[in-house]
């Protein structure tokens, strides 16, 4: 079983940064493929990035150039630094952990992109 901890959200003007982690518990995590995806209000979840174990990395069109997913496996944390935040930004974040027949996800953080 593993737990997956969210942090790093909060209310950001349009233009601002934030940086989301999200941190394991147990000593598998290395092996994990890492995502986060999002979910905005009245709308399916969708994804935003992912890491693969190896630190191969994939993001979604809408978030490309201005968000990096990225992750040490020493402090067990995936992290998203999202720059040049829009209002569409806006939703509850969540970290997902995929491996074989396993997966998990963290319970959320809200981002609020608002000026």
């Known amino acids: 079983q593993v737990q997956l901890v969210e942090s790093g959200g909060g209310l950001v003007q349009p233009g601002g940064s934030l940086r989301l982690s999200c941190t394991a518990s147990g000593s598998m995590f290395s092996i994990f493929h890492m995502r986060w995806h999002r979910q905005a209000p009245g709308k399916q979840r969708e994804w935003v990035a992912d890491?693969?174990?190896?630190?191969?990395?994939s993001h979604a069109e809408a978030v490309k150039g201005r968000f990096t997913i990225s992750r040490d496996n020493a402090k067990n944390t995936v992290y998203l630094q999202m720059n040049s935040l829009k209002p569409e930004d806006t939703g509850v974040y969540y970290c997902y952990a995929y491996w074989g027949g396993q997966n998990y996800w963290g319970q959320g953080t809200q981002v609020t992109v608002s000026s």
């Open positions: 890491i693969t174990s190896g630190g191969g990395t």
